[in-house]
């Protein structure tokens, strides 16, 4: 059970894409956040709904508002959120 809407959910999920690209992967974002990497994974992939604990963590280990994440503005919505890459970065993206 979750305190979550679905689509809150799906905009932590979001967050937590983009920071395993700039982060380096799932262990590294994991361990950051201070949550099993396979905990992390499942929420990603929709196995498991994503807590309001996660979402905090992604928000404070993101730097930015709570707000931003639950809401979609985080990550920007001109950066890709499986490489973290800009628009000025690759024209195929």
């Not at 956040?33 to 280990?61: I, K, W, Y």
């Amino acid at each position: 059970m979750t305190d979550l809407t679905p689509e809150e959910q799906a905009n932590v999920r979001l967050a937590l894409r983009f920071l395993r690209a700039r982060g380096g992967g799932w262990t590294l974002v994991a361990k950051a956040l201070r949550f099993e990497r396979a905990t992390v994974q499942n929420a990603v992939a929709g196995g498991d709904s994503v807590s309001a604990r996660l979402a905090f963590r992604v928000a404070r280990l993101a730097g930015v508002a709570l707000e931003d994440v639950l809401d979609g503005t985080y990550p920007p919505a001109d950066v890709c959120p499986h490489c973290g890459r800009g628009p000025e970065s690759d024209a195929l993206h």
